[in-house]
């Protein structure tokens, strides 16, 4: 049997995570052969995570990343079964390294075909499902590009946000943080009126005339009526004419033309756990 040794273990445990008894028994079941032992950790995320696909996976962290240039953002959830290991630092550190390494993709399935540290990022889910004995996937994965993007992270990972703003003026960093803040407090259904599916709409209208109706009102009314609810939809649901968090006085929009007259916000994205 060959002789393995605290040095071959440790390197082990630091590539691919595991435990340090897990590592030693690969090593040992290798003969140590490092690639092999690899491989034979591996395997054994396989059987884990074969035996916990159907589990709920609704635990994680969201992560929101942007290019150097503020050109491009993305936000990906590291998903997982527990809270306990959502809030592992190894697990967040992997959250933000796979996020980084997304902001080079524009697809979920090309992001989990990449490499990463010499294994796919598949492989590497599957491999932390063996270590850490839970279901780990990719969640969300969004993307956003604009002249400016800025992001937001909401304390305990929970909520991840993008914005995207016509122009990189002055104000612009703090102009995209605080509407992508809006948007992870608000969770807006679209950016704008134009944005909402006409199925919501219609939903809306109907559910108007129904409340109309039970009010006693003439059926002749109801058109206008409520149009003029739906409107007030579109004023609570829609970033860009939410009132703004941090002064109710004055929309989003209207705030984000405070920083400069011709700015406009032209999208959002917003990754939420659970």
Do not use: W
Not at 29 to 43: H, N, Q, Y
Not at 82 to 108: E, Q
Not at 212 to 234: C, H, S, T, V, Y
């Amino acid at each position: 049997m060959a002789k393995i040794t605290a040095a071959e273990v440790n390197k082990l445990r630091q590539t691919t995570g595991a435990g340090m008894m897990d590592c030693k028994n690969a090593l040992v079941e290798a003969e140590g052969d490092f690639e092999k032992a690899i491989e034979i950790l591996r395997k054994k995320g396989q059987k884990v995570a074969a035996k916990r696909a159907d589990r709920d996976s609704s635990e994680g962290a969201a992560i929101a990343k942007v290019s150097a240039d503020n050109t491009t953002g993305v936000i990906i959830s590291l998903n997982c079964e527990t809270d306990f290991v959502a809030k592992n630092d190894t697990f967040v550190a992997l959250a933000n390294d796979l996020a980084d390494l997304a902001l080079n993709f524009d697809t979920k399935e090309a992001f989990l075909n990449a490499d990463f540290k010499g294994t796919s990022v598949q492989d590497k889910l599957t491999e932390q499902t063996g270590v850490i004995g839970e279901k780990i996937e990719i969640g969300g994965f969004s993307r956003l590009s604009a002249p400016f993007v800025g992001s937001y992270i909401h304390a305990g990972n929970k909520i991840a946000t993008l914005v995207g703003l016509s122009a990189a003026v002055d104000g612009a960093e703090v102009a995209a943080k605080d509407v992508a803040m809006q948007a992870a407090a608000m969770n807006p259904v679209a950016l704008n009126e134009e944005g909402v599916d006409q199925s919501v709409i219609d939903k809306e209208i109907e559910i108007a005339k129904d409340q109309l109706r039970q009010e006693g009102k003439p059926e002749a009314m109801l058109d206008n009526i409520a149009k003029g609810k739906l409107n007030r939809f579109f004023k609570d649901n829609t970033l860009v004419n939410q009132d703004f968090i941090k002064d109710s006085k004055q929309s989003v929009a209207q705030y984000v033309k405070s920083v400069d007259s011709k700015l406009e916000v032209t999208g959002f994205k917003r990754v939420a756990l659970g």
